[in-house]
T-cell receptor, first 114, second 116 residues
Framework: GNSVTQMEGPVTLSEEAFLTINCTYT??????LFWYVQYPGEGLQLLLK?????DKGSNKGFEATYRKETTSFHLEKGSVQVSDSAVYFC?????????????FGAGTRLAVHP | GAVVSQHPSRVICKSGTSVKIECRSL??????MFWYRQFPKKSLMLMAT?????????EQGVEKDKFLINHASLTLSTLTVTSAHPEDSSFYIC????????????FGPGTRLTVT
């Protein structure tokens, strides 16, 4: 089956610290991988995506590389800001047979302090 | 581009009444729209998938008679929570997939429903 596993939070960091949020997946076929961010009281925003192995998605200083050999898509940022405090969701779409449901991980809450 | 709106953003209703939530794709046509429910500090739970002009496909355990979904056009889907009860209080989020890229979803800002 298809599933996404994220590291449990909350993750608490000081401003300018390095961030890693781990994400691994199981999927049949060749999924597309996504990171979404949810700020308090809001819906989800697409942060970045990768559609095939070795692709690197990047946006707003965040990066994630699609690693097929380790079935991972870890999110990284070199220097976090207080404004990055949010919940981050890793997700996949199986991309097979027109099946376009998003399968989400449990989410990881990030709190960045000044 | 790829903006999805929801209305209302917040609604409070009394137990036993029905509430309608609208989801609109503002700058693209959506072949498929999705409805999710999110409990506090939890991930999103897919409730149903709807395609324009056809009946919605509900996920296992979701009552189709309680959560009525209508996808009347390529830019509008509605979710009606019928005979709402306090346990239906939740954050409801919709998303839409453009027909040009059916494997992508763009999310609305969510609707906070409180049933008293």
């Amino acid at each position: 089956g298809n599933s996404v596993t994220q590291m449990e939070g909350p993750v608490t960091l000081s401003e300018e610290a390095f961030l890693t949020i781990n994400c691994t997946y199981t999927a049949t076929g060749y999924p597309s991988l996504f990171w979404y961010v949810q700020y308090p009281g809001e819906g989800l925003q697409l942060l970045l995506k990768a559609t095939k192995a070795d692709d690197k998605g990047s946006n707003k200083g965040f990066e994630a590389t699609y690693r097929k050999e380790t079935t991972s898509f870890h999110l990284e940022k070199g220097s976090v800001q207080v404004s990055d405090s949010a919940v981050y969701f890793c997700a996949l779409t199986p991309n097979s047979g027109g099946y376009n449901k998003l399968i989400f991980g449990a989410g990881t809450r990030l709190a960045v302090h000044p | 581009g790829a903006v999805v709106s929801q209305h209302p953003s917040r609604v409070i209703c009394k137990s036993g009444t029905s509430v309608k939530i609208e989801c609109r794709s503002l700058d693209f046509q959506a072949t498929t729209m999705f409805w999710y429910r999110q409990f506090p500090k939890k991930s999103l739970m897919l409730m149903a998938t709807s395609n324009e002009g056809s009946k919605a496909t509900y996920e296992q355990g979701v009552e189709k008679d309680k959560f009525l979904i209508n996808h009347a056009s390529l830019t509008l889907s509605t979710l009606t929570v019928t005979s709402a009860h306090p346990e239906d209080s939740s954050f409801y989020i919709c998303s839409a997939s453009p027909y040009q890229s059916p494997y992508e979803q763009y999310f609305g800002p969510g609707t906070r429903l409180t049933v008293t």
